[in-house]
């Protein structure tokens, strides 16, 4: 009954004060200032979600109203205002409303906070469906989420509580949006009162990771040792799923990093100081991607297979190579290599060295001990999947051209040339 009364009284005074005759010279409000306060701080939020409500009133009650007629019937628009403004304020009484007729009108309203007012606030925040790694992370995101309730709520009278809601989730939304866009954010007030308690939750948002494609290689040992730790890394991969892909990506870094520790970590690794480099690639398809490779030491098993090349008369050559090498810095590569070549009967055995002379150019020498000769060799690496090689054997001075192109970590192609016909040699790598 009082809400639609004030209404009425704000109508009525709206077409009475509008019908009076206007005349062009006399002055007029042009603009309306609103100043609330309070023998208690009102939080700031909560204050211009105030002030922005009594502007709306007194814009439709003073806007365009001749400053004489505003200041001979002041007391009847703070009347209007505190009648309207009091059906809607809960948690306050309104001691005092003051209307200044002036070009920019200023109304001003003196509050008194009722009895219990919220001292502190206490944030309980809880992450929806996401594994420990996934958790911690969001809630680091996040960990200044209690500040936009203090700063809402501290000062705030217990029975002013459902002026908060709106606020608060407004300005709840602006942090999440933020701080951390790929969650949404739920609250319920579980217990108003002097130390009031909020629960929180954190809900992940479309799209997510669907799978995961784990792979796991290393350029310096065979991956078949990467085996016995794949289950694991699988294991902890998983925990992936489910995660915002953008979430993924704006962490991309740190992620590859934890699992990139984790194998590092393992007591394997560490005795044989492994690193670990991990890729991630963000999508609902996310692919993870560890390298693992040794400091110094290099263990490489090789098959090799020529297509179209004569040896000893047998035109299909398969070769089984064991390659141990050490690169004691970026410049130098020393390197063993025992082969076997099983449908010829024949064998080989090498001991080489590399240098880097310029960039992508390698220059090096290797020892046959079979047919105790040396060998010159001429190797440029155009990226990380096409090269060229040229090696000049001394002990049947013959020059071999070669053109690889790497198809995977496991196989590369390479086109080669002596002199005496072309042949492609398949390279696969254990």
């Known amino acids: 009954m009082k809400i639609k009364r004030g209404i009425f009284l704000l109508l009525l005074a709206s077409i009475l004060f509008s019908a009076w005759p206007a005349s062009a010279d006399v002055p007029r409000i042009e603009g309306i200032s609103v100043s609330i306060s309070s023998s208690e701080e009102i939080p700031l939020p909560i204050r211009e979600r105030m002030e922005k409500s ?7 009650l003073l806007m365009e109203k001749s400053i004489e007629e505003i200041r001979k019937n002041s007391d009847t628009y703070e009347k209007i205002i505190h009648e309207v403004f009091d059906k809607v304020l809960v948690g306050y009484t309104i001691q005092a409303v003051e209307v200044k007729g002036d070009t920019n009108s200023a109304v001003t309203i003196q509050l008194m906070p009722w009895k219990d007012v919220i001292r502190d606030v206490k944030i309980d925040v809880s992450v929806e469906g996401m594994t420990p790694l996934i958790e911690k992370m969001v809630l680091k995101d996040a960990e200044n989420i209690e500040s936009v309730f203090q700063e809402t709520l501290s000062g705030l009278p217990v029975g002013a509580i459902d002026w908060s809601n709106g606020v608060l989730k407004k300005n709840v939304n602006s942090f999440m949006e933020k701080n951390i866009p790929e969650f949404r954010a739920d609250f319920d007030i579980v217990d108003v009162a002097e130390n009031t308690k909020v629960k929180v939750t954190l809900y992940p948002l479309l799209p997510v990771v669907r799978t995961l494609d784990l792979q796991m290689h290393s350029d310096t040992f065979p991956n078949f040792w990467l085996l016995s730790m794949r289950e694991q890394m699988q294991k902890e991969a998983n925990e992936l799923i489910g995660v915002p892909v953008a979430f993924v990506s704006r962490h991309r ?15 394997e690794f560490k005795r044989f100081h492994v690193n670990t480099d991990t890729t991630v690639v963000p999508s609902e398809n996310m692919t993870l991607l560890s390298r693992s490779n040794l400091e110094k030491l290099r263990i490489r098993g090789e098959s090799w297979s020529d297509i179209g090349h004569r040896h000893n008369g047998n035109e299909y050559i398969h070769r089984l190579r064991v390659r141990l090498g050490w690169d004691p810095d970026l410049l130098n590569r020393f390197y063993v290599i025992s082969e076997t070549i099983p449908n010829a009967g024949d064998w080989g055995a090498y001991a080489g060295y590399k240098r880097n002379v310029v960039k992508n150019l390698w220059l090096g020498l290797e020892y046959d001990f079979k047919h105790k000769k040396i060998a010159s060799e001429v190797e440029y690496d155009f990226n990380k999947w096409w090269s060229f090689s040229h090696e000049y054997r001394n002990y049947d001075s013959k020059s071999e051209w070669g053109v690889n192109y790497k198809l995977h970590d496991f196989m590369a192609l390479k086109m080669m040339y002596d002199g005496d016909g072309v042949w492609l040699r398949i390279i696969g790598n254990l």
Do not use: C, G, K, R
Not at 255 to 267: G, N
């Open 54 to 60: 009594v502007y709306s009133v007194a814009e439709q």
């Open 253 to 267: 870094a740190d992620i590859a990093a934890h699992y990139s520790d984790m194998l590092d970590s393992t007591d």
